[in-house]
C-alpha cells in the first residue's frame, strides 16, 4: 500500500514569508508525528497528534510553529514568519497505535529559507 | 535527560567486511529502541525493534542486539547497497522518539 506521503517536496521561501506544509500519513493509521531534521543530525521532535488532536507540542520550537490535523488524517505544518534558522527537512511519521509502536516517516520537505 | 549517542559517525567498509555500529542511550524507562536506514534525500526506512534486554533481531545481512545501556548493528558480510547513514532512536516519553546523529556507512566495492 501507499506510504506516508508529504507535500511539496521542496519548498525555498524568504524571510517573513508564512508556509505551509502536506503530510498524508498511511491509511488507517491513527498516529501521526513531526520531525524536523537539520544536516548531519537525526530527526527532532515537534508535535504528536491522536486523532485530530495535538496530545504533544513539547517540540515545537516557538509560537511561529503550529500544525492542524482536523479530519483526523492529513495534517498540515504552519510556519509564520519565516526565518533563516528554520531552513531543514521537515518529516512527517504515522503509526498504527500511538506510543511505543513503529512509525513509518514520508520522504520529507525540504525547506529552504532566503 | 535522554541521551544517545551513536559511534563511530562514519565507517568505511570493503565489501564483505564485517563490523558493528552502537548505539548507547541513557533514558528514564526504556519503551523501546528502533533503528532505521537512511539514503540520502529520503526519510528513515524502519528496520528494528527491540523491547528488552537480551532481545535480538534480524534482516538479511543486519542483526540488532539490546543491553541495559547500548545497542548493536552488526553488518555481515555487507555490500554497496548497504551504504547508508543508519539512525537510533528511543522512545522517549509516551509519543516520540529521540533520535541519536546516525552512522554513515560506506561500503566499498
Known amino acids: 500500500g501507499a506510504g506516508v506521503s508529504q507535500t511539496p517536496s521542496n519548498k525555498v521561501t524568504e524571510k517573513g514569508k508564512y508556509v505551509e506544509l502536506r503530510c498524508d500519513p498511511i491509511?488507517?493509521?491513527?498516529?501521526l508525528y513531526w520531525y524536523r531534521q537539520s544536516l548531519g543530525q537525526g530527526p527532532e521532535f515537534l508535535i504528536y497528534?491522536?486523532?485530530?488532536?495535538?496530545?504533544?507540542d513539547s517540540g515545537l520550537p516557538n509560537d511561529r510553529f503550529f500544525a492542524v490535523r482536523p479530519e483526523g488524517s492529513v495534517s498540515t505544518l504552519k510556519i509564520q514568519r519565516t526565518e533563516r534558522g528554520d531552513s531543514a527537512v521537515y518529516l512527517c511519521?504515522?503509526?498504527?497505535?500511538?506510543?511505543?509502536?513503529?512509525?513509518?516517516f514520508g520522504p520529507g520537505t525540504r525547506l529552504t529559507v532566503l | 535527560e535522554d541521551q544517545v549517542t551513536q559511534s563511530p559517525e562514519a565507517l568505511r567498509l570493503q565489501e564483505g567486511e564485517s563490523s558493528s555500529l552502537n548505539c548507547s542511550y541513557t533514558?528514564?524507562?526504556?519503551?523501546?529502541l528502533f533503528w532505521y536506514r537512511q539514503d540520502p534525500g529520503k526519510g528513515p526506512e524502519f528496520l528494528f525493534t527491540?523491547?528488552?534486554a537480551g532481545e535480538e533481531k534480524e534482516k538479511e545481512r543486519l542483526k540488532a542486539t539490546l543491553t541495559k545501556k547500548e545497542s548493536f548493528l552488526h553488518i555481515t558480510a555487507p555490500k554497496p547497497e548497504d551504504s547508508a547513514t543508519y539512525l537510533c532512536?528511543?522512545?522517549?516519553?509516551?509519543?516520540?522518539?529521540?533520535f541519536g546523529t546516525g552512522t554513515r556507512l560506506t561500503v566499498i566495492p
Open positions: 511519521a504515522s503509526s498504527l497505535l500511538p506510543g511505543y509502536n513503529e512509525q513509518f
Open positions: 491509511s488507517g493509521h491513527t498516529a
Open positions: 497528534f491522536q486523532g485530530t488532536g495535538a496530545a504533544d
Open positions: 533514558v528514564s524507562g526504556l519503551r523501546g
Open positions: 527491540l523491547y528488552s
Open positions: 532512536a528511543v522512545a522517549a516519553g509516551a509519543n516520540n522518539l529521540f
